[in-house]
């Protein structure tokens, strides 16, 4: 199994610009969520899914849009990017029920100037 | 999910038991414990997790108190390897995708 795989592993982005940050499973778990990071903090989470069609907000979900169209992949779409969105991003994934751990991706390290 | 505390920072000799602490006085019935490490910027790495007894792996041991209001996660024999955050998450097990991360705990192992 591949596990979690981000794609980009880093990008810069001019302030304005779009883009969309892949996430890929290959281990049929129905969650998947995204976190940010910023320097010295904790994760904080962005936007989750239980499950292809499902998706809900988290703690900080302004500026970001994901969907679900399947199990494998959970993209996260910066609209319109911000300097405050300088961060690095990090997709997880799990089983939804049992007490099971997350399984996190390396992370997809983003600026925007 | 209930909310955690935890020491900003812990220094540990290598080769000595780290034992990192963590409380959550407000843990519901159904709430487990869980332990995750960050090393540099790495994703977070799932160590071990408990509802009320005490936990071993290969990685490390979890206590967790009898009122379940603290735990102590245990890595037996640091080593250098073992720098890392350190963070304690209380959450039903149906929660897995929207686990609370505060700030963990720094743990630098030193020789």
């Known amino acids: 199994n591949a596990g979690v795989t981000q794609t980009p592993k880093f990008q810069v982005l001019k302030t304005g610009q779009s883009m969309t940050l892949q996430c890929a499973q290959d281990m049929n778990h129905e969650y998947m969520s995204w976190y940010r990071q910023d320097p010295g903090m904790g994760l904080r989470l962005i936007h989750y899914?239980?499950?292809?069609?499902?998706?809900d907000q988290g703690e900080v979900p302004n500026g970001y849009n994901v969907s679900r169209s399947t199990t494998e992949d959970f993209p996260l779409r910066l609209l319109s990017a911000a300097p405050s969105q300088t961060s690095v991003y990090f997709c997880a994934s799990s089983y939804r029920t049992g007490p099971h751990e997350q399984y996190f991706g390396p992370g997809t390290r983003l600026t925007v100037t | 999910d209930a909310k955690t505390t935890q020491p900003t920072s812990m220094d540990c000799a290598e080769g000595r038991a780290a034992n990192l602490p963590c409380n959550h006085s407000t843990i519901s019935g159904n709430e487990y414990v869980y332990w995750y490490r960050q090393i540099h910027s790495q994703g977070p790495q799932y160590i071990i997790h408990?509802?009320?007894n005490n936990e071993t792996n290969e990685m490390a041991s979890l206590i967790i108190t009898e009122d379940r209001k603290s735990s102590t996660l245990i890595l037996p024999h640091a080593t250098l390897r073992d720098t890392a955050v350190y963070y304690c998450i209380v959450r039903v097990s149906t929660n897995a995708g929207k686990s609370t991360f505060g700030d963990g705990t720094t743990l630098t192992v030193k020789p």
């Open positions: 899914s239980v499950g292809a069609g499902i998706t």
């Open positions: 408990g509802l009320k």
